[in-house]
Every structure is written in structure tokens, then in C-alpha cells.
């Protein structure tokens, strides 16, 4: 009988590992090694060829539409002219690049203050939650000229637009993520002598991490855009002082490479943002719009 016990078991166990093997079997992968890779190639391959699909369109218009250069470049014509103006487009995306990342940085630090104190305060709740939402009534851009006034033409107004751009959406995120603090982990911690200073740190915050970075990618995929209006409204060097004279010189071409330019250094900020979330965070599991991408 006792024989008989463990061959039932070792039934089972070969069951399961068959039952397994087929439902891979089913879903088309032999091994998780290649189902992995797999996924990996499916989440690059898919954009890509959207992306391919509408530059040849772009292409297709401005050739059976005769499309003239100075209204629309053709890709071809839009690449070999930002390679070939490179010296000096190089630098006003590095000034642009400089003026978004402190931006990014004055407004992490603000905001995150910010949204501690009216977590921790009531009194600082009633004050100054009311007034954050309100702030966002007011169109930054209309504010644009009044800080050129203020800080001049340098690159502290830049950084202030972009502080004020991105603010809001990290503020909120944290304050999000503050207010859903477990429950359960802090009355453990109550019991043990934890202060609101303890909790703070071992729970509250850990726990509003997900929502920061939510909020921090919404902020760097607006923080170019906040230093080029800035540079838009007087600056010395960046990209937005790059695309006026580009406009005013009919050279569209480069305009479109600014633009091109602007979007790969987004890409670039919003990548070092999910990679530091990961490595922040190595024990969440992503969510299934995270793990497309």
C-alpha cells in the first residue's frame, strides 16, 4: 500500500508536468527562455514598425504630392540637414536638456516637501491643498514673460518654468501615494513605539513610491517641452532659440530635427526614470502597461 501511496504521488507530479508542458505546448512556447525573449522582441518590433509605417507615409506625401521643402520635408531631407547642422544644433539641445533636468530636480524637491507637509498637517491641508489645485487654472505660458522679467534672460527662469510645468503632476502623485499607506503596517508599528517620524519613513513613503514615479514620468515628458517655451519667450541659446531662427530662416528641415531631437532626449529622460523606479522598487511586480514596455 505504501507503494502504491507513492506511485499515486508520483503520478500526480508527472500529471502536473505534462499538464504544464502541454499548456506551453498550446501557447506555442518550448521553454520559458524563448517565451521571454519572445515578449521582448514583440514589445520593440510592434512601435517600430508603426513608427517605420509612418515615415513612409510622410515620405509617400511629399513625393506624389510634390510637397515643397520650406512647408514639408521629405525624412531623408530632414535627417541629412540635422546631421549635417549637428554643430550647432548639439549645443541647444544639451542647454535645453541642462534647463529640463534642474527644472525636474527644484520641482521633486517641492513638491515632495509639499505634499509631506499637507499629508502630516491638517492645518497644512486646509491651507495649501486648495491653493495647488487652484494653481492650475493659471496658464504657465501666460506666466512665461512675467519670469523673463523677474530672473532675466538666463537659464534660472528656464529652470523656473519647468519647476512650475512639472510640480503639479509630482505633487499629486505623492500625495496620492502617502494617502494609501497600509493601514495594517502602521498600526503594527504603533504598537512597537513607532513615532509619526518612524512612520513616515518606513512606511508612508515607501509606500507613495509607485505614485511618485507615476507622477515623475507625466512631469519629464513635459519638461522639454516647458524649456523650449521658455526659450521661446527670450533666451540666448537652446532649442527653442534654435527653431525661431530655423523658422525665420524658412529652414523647416531643421525645425523637424529640433522636433526629432526633442522627442529622442524625452525618450531618454522618461527610460532613466522607469530604470530608476525599477531599481527603487525591485520588489513590485509591474503593472501590465509597465511590462510592455
Not at 222 to 228: C, D, F, M, P
Not at 249 to 269: C, Q, S
Not at 275 to 282: K, V
Request: net charge neutral; hydrophobic share 55%.
Amino acid at each position: 500500500m505504501l507503494f502504491l501511496r507513492r506511485g499515486d504521488g508520483h503520478g500526480d507530479e508527472c500529471g502536473g508536468e505534462l499538464a504544464a508542458a502541454r499548456r506551453g505546448y498550446a501557447h506555442g512556447v518550448s521553454n520559458p527562455a524563448e517565451g521571454s525573449s519572445g515578449r521582448t522582441l514583440a514589445r520593440y518590433l510592434a512601435p517600430a514598425l508603426v513608427l517605420a509605417g509612418l515615415i513612409v507615409a510622410w515620405a509617400l506625401v511629399v513625393v506624389l504630392f510634390s510637397v515643397e521643402p520650406e512647408v514639408l520635408p521629405g525624412p531623408g531631407l530632414v535627417i541629412e540637414s540635422t546631421w549635417a547642422d549637428r554643430s550647432a544644433l548639439a549645443p541647444a539641445a544639451w542647454t535645453t536638456l541642462q534647463e529640463a533636468v534642474l527644472g525636474i530636480a527644484v520641482a521633486i524637491v517641492l513638491a515632495v516637501l509639499l505634499a509631506v507637509a499637507i499629508d502630516l498637517s491638517r492645518t497644512a491641508r486646509r491651507s495649501l491643498y486648495p491653493l495647488l489645485v487652484a494653481s492650475q487654472t493659471i496658464p504657465i505660458i501666460a506666466l512665461a514673460p512675467l519670469v523673463v522679467i523677474w530672473f532675466g534672460f538666463g537659464q534660472t527662469p528656464k529652470v523656473v518654468l519647468v519647476a512650475l510645468f512639472t510640480f503639479f503632476a509630482i505633487a499629486v502623485g505623492t500625495l496620492q501615494g502617502l494617502a494609501s499607506s497600509d493601514p495594517d503596517s502602521m498600526d503594527l508599528l504603533r504598537t512597537m513605539g513607532a513615532g509619526r517620524r518612524q512612520l513616515l519613513w518606513r512606511v508612508r513613503l515607501p509606500s507613495a513610491l509607485p505614485q511618485f514615479f507615476t507622477g515623475l514620468k507625466v512631469a519629464v515628458a513635459y519638461s522639454l517641452v516647458a524649456a523650449i517655451v521658455a526659450e521661446f519667450v527670450g533666451a540666448e541659446q537652446g532649442l527653442g532659440v534654435y527653431m525661431t531662427g530655423a523658422r525665420n530662416a524658412l529652414r523647416t528641415d531643421l525645425v523637424f530635427g529640433a522636433v526629432v531631437v526633442t522627442a529622442l532626449l524625452t525618450l531618454v529622460l522618461f527610460g532613466i526614470v522607469a530604470l530608476a523606479e525599477r531599481l527603487a522598487m525591485p520588489w513590485r511586480r509591474p503593472s501590465q502597461t509597465e511590462a510592455d514596455w
